[in-house]
């Protein structure tokens, strides 16, 4: 069964350090990989996405993420945090062989102090 | 491009009731899907639609459903409310699987 996992529930940063959310998944064949944020009160919004190609994957706002087969992760990472940047942060996946849905983590609550 | 609009926004029902939600996609996409997010289940997918045909359904109960037109407009309608069901609903959209899928900013129902 596809899963994803999400190991920290909230990531601690100080605004300017690099930041990094992690996210694993697990699927049967080859994934397509995703990031969204998710505002108070707000939908999501999409951040990025890994399909093919290059395992170093840039997005909006700055943010980029890794792909890591061997690994089966996905982490997505900031080099400076920004107040701003504190959100609820999903990482979502589909395996492209199979007319399954898209995948969801728990989220991770990303919160930046000044 | 207007995003993805849902209505209402708002919604407040009681127990036993039945509420209908409407999702606009964005122009030219073609999948609409339903999620169902709580601060304790996290973001839990109902359906997906494609072409007016259901393509994939969460677990979920059957008063839980769903349509889709052939305008790509969406419906999710939920029958015999419980408490339970209080939740943000969430429509997103998108061109086809392979694509990421846009948000709307989610009805919030209250089921008192």
């Known amino acids: 069964a596809q899963s994803v996992a999400q190991p920290e529930d909230q990531v601690n940063v100080a605004e300017g350090n690099p930041l990094t959310v992690k996210c694993t998944y697990s699927?049967?064949?080859?994934?397509?990989l995703f990031w969204y944020v998710q505002y108070p009160n707000r939908g999501l919004q999409f951040l990025l996405k890994?399909?093919?190609?290059?395992?170093l994957v840039k997005g909006s706002y700055g943010f980029e993420a890794e792909f890591n087969k061997s690994q089966t992760s996905f982490h997505l990472k900031k080099p400076s945090a920004l107040v701003s940047d504190s959100a609820l942060y999903f990482c979502?996946?589909?395996?492209?062989?199979?007319?399954?849905?898209?995948?969801f983590g728990k989220g991770t609550k990303l919160s930046v102090k000044p | 491009k207007a995003g993805v609009t849902q209505t209402p926004r708002y919604l407040i029902k009681t127990r036993g009731q039945q509420v209908t939600l409407s999702c606009s996609p964005i122009s030219g996409h073609r999948s609409v899907s339903w999620y169902q997010q709580t601060p304790g289940q996290g973001l839990q997918f109902l359906f997906e639609?494609?072409?007016?045909?259901?393509?994939n359904k969460g677990n979920f109960p059957g008063r839980f459903s769903g349509r889709q037109f052939s305008n790509s407009r969406s419906e999710m309608n939920v029958s015999t409310l419980e408490l339970g069901d209080s939740a943000l609903y969430l429509c997103?959209?998108?061109?086809?699987?392979?694509?990421?899928?846009?948000f709307g900013p989610g009805t919030r129902l209250t089921v008192l």
């Open positions: 997103a959209s998108s061109y086809d699987r392979e694509r990421e899928q846009f």
């Open positions: 699927v049967s064949g080859n994934p397509y």
């Open positions: 639609y494609f072409s007016e045909t259901q393509r």
């Open positions: 979502a996946v589909r395996d492209r062989g199979s007319q399954g849905n898209l995948i």
């Open positions: 890994y399909i093919t190609g290059d395992n």
